[in-house]
């Protein structure tokens, strides 16, 4: 039949209109993602009746999944009703995101992955107030090299308790807050007021033994500090309270009489009982008080045992022999042994079961998670084939070509290998995209054959010609695969079945923090420190290029990185000025489906040293009334103790017009204040020595001061307060109340000098090559706060503080 076609005409001279008949009108446009942010009142994850919906949060789709709102990226605010919408989206996969507002945390799932198909998605996202309570936030890790530290290659320790010692009996009572660690390691508690508290692990052999399990000691913190007593203020989350155990290990030894002077036990040759062997600490040669002695029993073996990691020389003494006449060596002695290592064994087993009647089944297996590797090792096959099967006596004879099934699932383990039952509960994942990738090109195109997984996370192309086939999956925003994602095969008589695995990607979590005392751990007493840019050195050059992925540490000092593969990040920071790094560089070994807990970046603060310089007319060694300061005196510090100015190592500085002698960015450590004189080139206009010179001072200590941390300038060259959008100074939230926060953290000083910190003004720290701050060295820190009170009101160094007299016959030292 011809095609028939309806022509409207206009309306003209002799021409009457044709009134066209009602017509029914299709309409077509994108698909797009709707949702609703609401006030989750109750904390459980679902909007209930009566939970309001937040206005004014953005919401939006993070289209490079870096967890950054970036310009061109799709985003709008939610509406009165806390609705949100984004409209006219095409096919395909988006990563939706919300920025919490303040005050609140979310209780799901944040960013959620939307598969669009051609309808509508709708997505929501529940929040609910942060309690006025605050909360500390840790982690369990095993600490396998023992120095207090969480290095990136060492793992999370699951299932053991930690608890708050409510009253500081040294064991978990009834009532006390407990929880136990999850896969990560993490632990938290949460709702907590102001105050301090005790943080403290399990002692599963009962009180009084060691904490987890005696072949697992607690080597947190690290130094002289026994414990971790967090001290948390109102409000305050406390992040990355590291709670460490390191392995003991055993050094075996076995003697033997080596007939053939070989070096090897050959037929025949006997062990020998009764051989003295000693751990040679001091390795000095010999037997020394202290240091640990066996004899070979009858097998001629021996064990040192209960040795933490390091390194020891193992010594054969030969003291039972006839003096003088000690056998002869036919193999090393002394042997230096590394634990671990390969002569050295690790102590105790993991994991280990606990006795616990609290937990189903009442025990509990704690264990240390290292990272599987990735990709796995003898994954699943990712195609297997089936035969068509037959039914008899049906009646009818029919025919069928195959099919290829589809199985996707979320491979929680990384093991390549779909396991419903474990612990884990790997499921199916739906609306994922997979095609039959025709010309073999990486894309879905035009014509070439899809479907989305349903909520099994299944599917089947079928009655499919025979032929060679290649199968591939939609990459799935947040995960990795742990199967290939590209599957080639030859389709015949039998179904194929395609299975695709994938992981979540992974997280790396860390604190920034003022390193009070310089032993590389967060202290219970610390405070954090906000607006300082942390970053992923991905090409080793200890710089922040363009393109490298970095965040700020918020006002607790918190920062992260998500959606990371598996693979080896170089943690690293933009130091904050007046300040230096004191913690170990982090290269964090990031498994897959991992979060890297408690990674620890520490800074110490350079001080200020401020002497003053008079004419002591009276020679009494106090600056009296009338008494002139000295303009133009050299001061020099003597590094390296020889009595004399060295000027291509050591600084040189004059007294000002007010006598004031000031050196900078001094690391803690004690100092040689040397006044020069009858140096070549060095003037000094009072050249007669009067009293002692040098003068030792000590940093921190009476006349040193430090400035406060300001975080290095970002891209822009302005230095951004995170929370204000402001520029400027950017301190940390906790406040250390005592005039000694090394030694008495947690008792009652108030900030009447200054009204900033006190922590802020007197932070020890340590570094390389100068010596290390001694908490005892830390007294009259008053009269730092009184110092500094006169430099911020413009005040002379008159009236306290290390002054230095001298007139044409003298000079003394006054400490008043």
Known sequence: M???????????????PVQLPPTVTFGNAPAGIQGTKFNDLNANGIRDTGEPGLPNVQIFIDTNNNSTVEPGEPSTLTNAGGNFVFPGLLPGSYTVREISPAGFSPTTANPVVVTLTGTNATVLFGNTPIPPGGQIIGCKYLDVDNDGFRDGSEPSMQNVRIYIDANSNGQLDAGEPTTLTDRNGEFRFTNLPAGLYRIREERANGPGTEPLERDFPQSTPPGSISLLDVNLGPGETWACAQVGNTPLYEIPIFKFRDDNANGIQDGGEVPLSGIPFILDLNRNGRTDAGEPRLLTGPDGRATFRDLKAGSYSVLETFETFIANQPPINTTQNPVEVTAPGPQSRQQGTLPFIVTDPTVPGGQRVVSANFPPPFPPVNPEPAVFFT?????????????????????????????????PANTLQEVGIPGITVYLDANDNGALDTGEQSLVTDANGRGAFTNLEPGNYVVREVPQAGFSPTTPDRVQFNLSTQDANVVFGNTPNSRITGCKFQDLNGNGYRDGFETPIAGVTIYLDSNGNDALDAGEASTVSDQFGRWEFGNLTPGIYRVREVVPSNSFQT?????????????FTCALVGNGQFFNYLGGKFRDDNRNGLRDEGEPPLEGIPFTLDFNNNGRYDAATEPLVRSNAQGEVLFTNLAPGTYSLLEVFNAPGVANPFPIPTG???VAFSVPGPNTFVTPIVPAPDSTGASTDPLTGGTGVVTGSSISNDNDPLNKPGSSFADQVTGSSVDALLAPQTQTGVSTFNPNDLQNSANSLIELFF??????NNDSGLILGANSQGAELSLS
Not at 396 to 407: D, L, Y
Not at 586 to 592: E, K, P, R, S
Not at 791 to 796: Q, R
């Open 2 to 16: 011809a095609e028939r076609t309806i022509s409207q005409v206009l309306p003209g001279p002799g021409i009457i």
């Open 387 to 419: 035969p068509i099967l037959v039914n008899p006596g049906s009646g009818a004879v029919g025919n069928t070509r195959p099919n290829i099934t589809i199985f996707k699932y979320n491979d929680q383990n990384a093991n390549g290998r779909y396991e």
């Open 583 to 595: 913690t170990q560089p982090l290269d964090i070994v990031l498994g897959a489906n991992q979060t």
């Open 692 to 694: 002692p010179n040098p």
């Open 791 to 796: 430099l911020n009101n413009g005040l002379k």
